[in-house]
């Protein structure tokens, strides 16, 4: 079993910043994918970024160039940093990571429990 912590969520103003990290404990092998997603009340939730394990990045392109991923894969911990904030990345921010596992246990998904993220204006 693998458990993702995430941490870093608070309340900023318009413009601010804010860095989340989280931190993947217990069975934490073989991870493969790692991503932050968000969902804003009244909305499904969407991927902001994810990265691969030899770096590879994508993000949503409401995003792009004021948040950065990055992880430690000797830490087992992926980084999302958020700047120039707007109220509308108000949202609860869910770490992801997917673990490949041997023989049926396949392929697992792992969720953090999410942190608040709250950009006022």
């Known amino acids: 079993q693998v458990q993702l912590v995430e941490s870093g969520g608070g309340l900023v103003q318009a413009g601010g910043s804010l860095r989340l990290s989280c931190a993947a404990s217990g069975r934490a092998f073989s991870i493969d994918a790692m991503a932050w997603y968000r969902q804003a009340p009244g909305k499904q939730r969407e991927l902001v970024a994810s990265?691969?394990?030899?770096?590879?990045?994508n993000y949503m392109s409401s995003v792009k160039g004021r948040f950065t991923i990055s992880r430690d894969n000797a830490k087992n911990t992926v980084y999302l940093q958020m700047n120039s904030l707007k109220p509308e990345d108000t949202a609860v921010y869910y770490c992801?990571?997917?673990?490949?596992?041997?023989?049926?246990?396949?392929?697992?998904?792992?969720w953090g429990q999410g942190t608040q993220v709250t950009v006022s204006s």
């Open positions: 990265i691969t394990t030899s770096g590879n990045t």
């Open positions: 992801y990571c997917n673990q490949e596992r041997s023989g049926r246990l396949g392929v697992l998904n792992y």
